[in-house]
Nanobody, 122 residues
Framework: QVQLVESGGGLVQPGGSLRVSCVAS????????MAWARQVPGKGLEWVSG???????AYKDSVKGRFTISRDNAKNTVYLHMNTLKPEDTAVYLC????????????????WGQGTQVTVSS
């Protein structure tokens, strides 16, 4: 059974930092590109970042230089380190798995989790 379980969300002040994690099971983690996406109520799912099986990364323009994605294949875990957070980063962040390199869209996702809430507010 495939599972993607996110954790680490919370409330943070503007300019602050947060790290969210996602533990995967039920599929060969190291063979899959992993990604993070976010969703705001009333809006569609937005792709944020991806990390390919070879470790190369890609980011949405608005988070470049602020967010860093990483993976630990030994722990079946993908991380998203978020710095200099802004109120517009407030969303439910979920991780996803796909075959093939990151595409910058959510349409290639094979599996995804339920998400963890990140709220940026003073």
């Amino acid at each position: 059974q495939v599972q993607l379980v996110e954790s680490g969300g919370g409330l943070v002040q503007p300019g602050g930092s947060l790290r969210v994690s996602c533990v995967a099971s039920g599929f060969p983690f190291s063979d899959y590109t992993m990604a993070w996406a976010r969703q705001v109520p009333g809006k569609g799912l937005e792709w944020v970042s991806g990390i390919n099986t070879d470790g190369t990364t890609a980011y949405k323009d608005s988070v470049k230089g602020r967010f860093t994605i990483s993976r630990d294949n030994a722990k079946n875990t993908v991380y998203l380190h978020m710095n200099t957070l802004k109120p517009e980063d407030t969303a439910v962040y979920l991780c996803a798995a796909q075959i093939g390199d990151a595409t910058g869209t959510t349409q290639s996702f094979h599996y995804w989790g339920q998400g963890t809430q990140v709220t940026v507010s003073s």
